[in-house]
Protein backbone atom coordinates (compact mmCIF):
# COMPACT_ATOMS: atom_id res chain seq x y z
CA UNK A 1 0.00 0.00 0.00
CA UNK A 2 0.66 3.27 -0.74
CA UNK A 3 1.69 5.97 2.23
CA UNK A 4 -1.35 8.22 0.98
CA UNK A 5 -3.85 5.28 1.19
CA UNK A 6 -3.05 4.50 4.77
CA UNK A 7 -3.40 8.34 5.41
CA UNK A 8 -6.07 8.45 4.64
CA UNK A 9 -7.63 5.57 7.19
CA UNK A 10 -8.60 6.28 10.93
CA UNK A 11 -6.17 4.79 13.81
CA UNK A 12 -8.65 1.89 14.08
CA UNK A 13 -8.18 0.97 10.38
CA UNK A 14 -4.44 1.16 10.56
CA UNK A 15 -4.37 -1.57 14.31
CA UNK A 16 -6.52 -3.85 12.18
CA UNK A 17 -4.62 -3.42 8.57
CA UNK A 18 -1.08 -3.88 11.01
CA UNK A 19 -2.86 -7.11 12.22
CA UNK A 20 -3.50 -8.62 9.04
CA UNK A 21 -0.46 -8.08 7.48
CA UNK A 22 1.42 -9.11 10.93
CA UNK A 23 -0.50 -12.57 10.29
CA UNK A 24 0.24 -12.68 6.35
CA UNK A 25 3.97 -12.09 7.05
CA UNK A 26 3.85 -15.06 9.67
CA UNK A 27 1.97 -17.58 6.83
CA UNK A 28 4.38 -16.16 4.09
CA UNK A 29 6.95 -17.42 6.38
CA UNK A 30 5.50 -20.51 7.42
CA UNK A 31 5.25 -21.13 3.47
CA UNK A 32 8.93 -20.22 2.90
CA UNK A 33 9.83 -22.88 5.42
CA UNK A 34 7.92 -25.82 4.05
CA UNK A 35 9.09 -25.00 0.54
CA UNK A 36 5.43 -23.62 -0.78
CA UNK A 37 6.11 -19.79 -1.20
CA UNK A 38 5.16 -18.83 -4.67
CA UNK A 39 6.66 -15.20 -4.73
CA UNK A 40 9.34 -14.94 -2.07
CA UNK A 41 9.14 -10.99 -2.96
CA UNK A 42 5.63 -10.84 -1.87
CA UNK A 43 7.59 -11.40 2.08
CA UNK A 44 9.48 -7.84 1.56
CA UNK A 45 6.23 -5.87 0.61
CA UNK A 46 4.49 -7.06 3.41
CA UNK A 47 7.69 -5.86 5.52
CA UNK A 48 7.35 -2.89 4.08
CA UNK A 49 3.73 -1.86 4.35
CA UNK A 50 3.93 -3.31 8.32
CA UNK A 51 6.74 -0.59 8.54
CA UNK A 52 4.79 2.30 6.92
CA UNK A 53 1.42 1.31 9.17
CA UNK A 54 4.19 1.60 12.71
CA UNK A 55 5.32 4.84 10.81
CA UNK A 56 2.15 6.81 10.69
CA UNK A 57 0.53 5.18 14.22
CA UNK A 58 3.54 6.67 15.53
CA UNK A 59 3.46 10.05 13.93
CA UNK A 60 -0.07 10.23 15.29
CA UNK A 61 0.59 9.48 18.76
CA UNK A 62 3.74 12.35 18.86
CA UNK A 63 0.99 14.58 17.18
CA UNK A 64 -1.61 13.80 20.21
CA UNK A 65 1.02 14.51 22.92
CA UNK A 66 1.29 18.30 21.47
Keep these: MKMLELR ?3 NS ?3 Q ?3 EMTEEL ?7 ATNRLENPARIK ?3 RDIARIKTL ?3 RQK ?3 K
Excluded: A, D, G, S
Excluded at 26 to 32: A, C, E, P, S
Design 8 to 10: ELT
Design 45 to 47: FVK
Design 57 to 59: LTE
Design 17 to 19: KLH
Design 13 to 15: ELQ
Design 26 to 32: FNLRFQK
Design 63 to 65: EQQ
